[in-house]
Structures are given as C-alpha cells and as structure tokens.
C-alpha cells in the first residue's frame, strides 16, 4: 500500500484547506485511518483518527474546526480544515492500518499566517 497526501500550502489564519491522502492498493483489511501532524521542534501528533472499531477521535484542538471523510470508489481520504490558525503549521501525514500493520504517506506541509 502506497499513501499520497496533498493539499497543503500557504494560507490566511481564518482560511480553509482540504487535504487528500489516496491509497494505492486494496482497501481489504483496511482498520484504521488517521491524519497526523507534527510541527518544528515537537512530537509527531494524532489529529483525527476512525477505527473501525472505536469510532472517530479529534484532537481537542480542532473539534469543531476540521472534518475527515472518505471516498472509497477513489480509496481516498479527506481532511476539511476550516477557521485554520498559526498553531495549526505543520507538516501533516496520513496513515492507515491494514493488517495490522501501519502504512504512512509523505507529509503535506501547511503553513498557517496570522
């Protein structure tokens, strides 16, 4: 399984930005998906995840800003930033877990100016 993320790029503070991962190859076994996002000089940190077994989970930060969907005829996972702020700059990777094992896709960097 190959992940692509893109979408990243420069915006406003107040801005939005939608960020896409595709996954090459079957979707069989797939569990888990998630975006991440880690800034300069920090941890690498969960953003949003869905489980198939445990629902969806939103870092405090950004419940009620960003949103996570997908298309499955297109194997496609979205990320809906809205009302973006300057902490929100970040390089942001996906991942998805597929038996059992964890597969991430390069990262996006979004930067977020006041």
């Known amino acids: 399984v190959q992940l692509q993320a893109s979408g990243g790029g420069l915006v406003q503070a107040g801005g939005s930005l939608r960020l896409s991962c595709a996954a090459s190859g079957s979707p069989f076994g797939m569990t888990d998906i998630g975006w991440y996002r880690q800034a300069p000089g920090k941890q690498r940190e969960l953003v949003v995840g869905?489980?198939?077994?445990?629902?969806?989970n939103f870092a405090d930060s950004v419940k009620g800003r960003f949103a996570i969907s997908r298309d499955n005829a297109k194997n496609t996972v979205y990320l809906q930033m809205n009302n973006l702020k300057p902490e929100d700059t970040a390089v942001y990777y996906c991942k998805i877990v597929q038996f059992a094992k964890n597969y991430w896709g390069k990262g996006t960097q979004v930067t977020v100016s006041s």
């Open positions: 869905f489980s198939s077994t445990g629902g969806t």
